[in-house]
């Protein structure tokens, strides 16, 4: 028997429940996620070798396993005030469309310009980059979420930005593009001739139309050789897990507010900004066992870095100059194949989430691409919103997790990220709209040449 | 001395005060708008020459010039609560940049998948026409807002929705197309080759890409040739205007909760749905003599029906099938070029609000194109919203009037109309971004080509 809940369609919280303190999952963690390795020596990283790549205050961040809460300086609170608090909606459309018991909710983070969840970090990531004095930043993007956000984080304090953008998407989304430039940004396509890296690259692949690998190595090189700049990264990075908690914040206290009580918590998986973010909060009460939720990760069948990857150390990169993580991985050379959720391409998985699965406290499935757009579509006319690819397969997930309450007659409560809005990725409707989407699962020989890129550390 | 409001940064009214009934503001005009001319009988429309057209009730909504307030059927509230209320927010970070002592306001009505204000009356149509049990709706659209609003309301009621899209932007704005066709719509470039006016004009002028006004007669001939289906239209309309009331209702119910006390309310007008909408409630209360402000109608230079257009009965579109309106006018010939704002591209403007301007309640100004974008540039980036281009005309004049309490030292309060967002226009932030914008103001010569298309009406 289906109770009715006495929230709100939309949960709004007001500005000043905005959380005034990130929250770090690594404090409650026992096992803590592996530390990063300077590839050379095989030894942990230290915060004086990560200084000239990162911010000071970032790189403090990044190594801090101990402090569970941190303060979210004004300046940034001050920012978030123009699209936070976001909604928390009560699926009550989608509930109706399935005839299902469950209780559907998602936190909505696609209300800002950027489209996603990704300007939560990149302001943090500009405000202290500009409060250590520094000119300006370098990042890359693929699909250009985390640019489009980076580039609205430092136009607002009035940094430098230099963007370089894998090659095929610089000319495949010119619109992602311009919104950039519009909020100032510099963007390049990569690889460029600006860099050592670009031209060596371009010499021996001419023709290329990049990698996200190769434009992080560019945007690595143009930080450390440039005075007053560093590079910043918006997913797999512990700093970013804790800037993003501000979702999962504001999730626990929208329901608290309204006595929801979620059983299952679910996010789509690329690199794990946005599903760390949402669930590191209860995550911590399940780590400090006063309650139990059951977590699902949710990544494309075309890039299975947790169901079907290693757990081990690899670059973070495919170009190998960035640090070594630990973490689920397909092997930096893994090279997906063309599946439109660009923002869950990537090999890896973000260290602590690959812990927390690794020690099961957190679940993991893959969906197919044709799945996902189904769940998209019908999403859409029923929510009206149109949602990003990747947040659509955290969409498939609490579908069927929906409809297996139906079968069962349970009433549970899902919670899901929706952490992004779709409107550059109309190209993926399209060949679905026409029926040309094609679902693509690796075979087990594909994954083994991934593996074998894995490099030999024994330590 | 500027005095701070104590009012947050985004006002959320609750789900509970978003208005449960429109506001019709022609039942406090004393001179009414002038009536909807049959071309052929140059006799008043009457109910029932309307019927085959438009659906039942909207007929009467658009003939009844003296209810004051309609009330909004609960299936339509039930719709509304997925993305209203809308914010009205404080533009506090404008304000700053600008270093005026004027309270700026904006009504935000971009934060769902259409991406405009236009959904407010796409619901609406499309409820009425489910109610009246048809199984279709056809419409035209330009730059594609409104073909997306309607798009998900007939998804929501499940109602056939056959769009004809100018072929120039089905060409050059497939993503707008595929916004649709993901909600269910068929989308047909027009001139097509389905209908007799579509052959016609294909066979007059060959290689043809269209326009609105034949798009218009399309969807016209389909709705009034196929069993159940009716013709609906997203602006200028005396009904449109009334759904799009909840903008000002909700803009008045904020204000007078906060204390925001209104000087100055501005808006875009292209054919007039969204600055009705905004305005409607507060020129009530002037008609009424409670109170006064001062409006402003914002349209470009290229297309300044307003400002130097003629009030006089016209064809509402290029192919003379629709009726006459008397209104102000570019006369139903006038090709407006090529000026990015697609939504304001339209010869005429609603009746209702020729009406009031004509009476003087009401200013209007032009603006040119690239200093409308320069505006939109510097509100995106301390706003973090990236408007419409159309939205962007009202943004300029506020920013204008913002800069002259500045020079004077007034305190005013300005309200502006932000009614969409510019993801889907980034080809002319391109354009401005490369310095390839251009402005055009045409000559009297260019407007007296339109004026000679004025049919000759002596009544």
Chains 1, 2 share one sequence.
Not at 53 to 74: G, H, S
Not at 405 to 426: Q, S
Request: glycine share 8%; net charge negative.
């Amino acid at each position: 028997m289906r109770k009715p809940l006495n929230v709100p369609y939309k949960i709004y919280l007001s500005e000043n429940e905005i959380p005034t303190k990130w929250y770090n999952v690594r404090a409650d963690m026992k096992n803590k996620p592996a530390p990063l390795l300077n590839p050379g020596t095989l030894k942990p990283l230290t915060h004086d070798e990560l200084l000239p790549v990162f911010c000071d205050e970032l790189v403090r961040q990044e190594l801090d396993n101990d402090t569970a809460y941190v303060d979210i300086p004004a300046e940034i609170q001050d920012f978030y005030k123009m699209y936070r608090p976001s909604p928390l909606i009560h699926a009550t459309y989608l509930e109706r469309a399935l005839d299902t018991p469950a209780h559907i909710f998602y936190k909505f983070e696609g209300n800002n310009t950027s489209g996603s969840h990704k300007l939560n970090s990149a302001i943090a990531q500009a405000y202290y980059a500009k409060k250590q004095g520094l000119t300006g930043i370098t990042t890359e993007t693929g699909a250009g979420q985390w640019g489009t956000a980076l580039s609205m984080a430092c136009a607002y304090f009035d940094l430098d930005c230099k963007v370089y953008m894998v090659k095929v998407s610089y000319e495949q989304k010119p619109f992602r593009r311009e919104v950039m430039r519009t909020y100032g940004a510099s963007v390049t396509p990569s690889p460029s001739m600006d860099t050592a890296i670009g031209r060596k690259i371009n010499a021996e692949h001419p023709g290329t139309t990049g990698s996200l690998g190769c434009a992080i190595s560019e945007a690595v090189e143009v930080a450390t050789g440039t005075e007053g700049y560093r590079y910043v990264l918006g997913s797999v990075l512990n700093q970013v897990l804790l800037h993003q908690s501000v979702i999962g914040l504001e999730t626990k206290a929208a329901c608290e507010k309204y006595g929801i009580e979620p059983d299952i918590i679910i996010g789509c998986a690329g690199g794990g900004s946005n599903l760390g973010g949402l669930i590191s909060p209860f995550m911590g009460e399940k780590l400090r066992g006063e309650k139990d939720y059951r977590f699902i990760a949710v990544e494309p069948a075309s890039c299975p870095s947790l169901t079907r990857g290693k757990y081990a150390y690899d670059f973070c990169d495919t170009g190998m100059v960035c640090p070594m993580a630990k973490m689920y991985t397909l092997g930096h050379d893994f090279i997906p194949s063309a599946n439109h959720a660009g923002g869950l391409r990537y090999h890896g998985m973000s260290p602590v989430l690959s812990q927390l699965y690794d020690d099961g406290l957190m679940e993991a499935k893959s969906v197919e691409q044709t799945a996902v757009f189904e769940a998209a579509e019908k999403f859409a006319r029923v929510e009206g919103i149109l949602p990003a690819p990747e947040s659509a397969h955290a969409i498939r997930a609490a579908v069927d997790e929906a409809l297996k309450c139906k079968e069962i007659g349970e009433e549970k409560t899902i919670i899901f990220g929706l952490t992004g809005t779709g409107y550059f990725d109309m190209t993926a409707y399209e060949a679905f709209n026409d029926g040309k989407m094609t679902d693509y699962i690796p075979t087990d020989a594909d994954l083994q040449r991934g593996f074998d890129s894995l490099p030999k550390v024994d330590l």
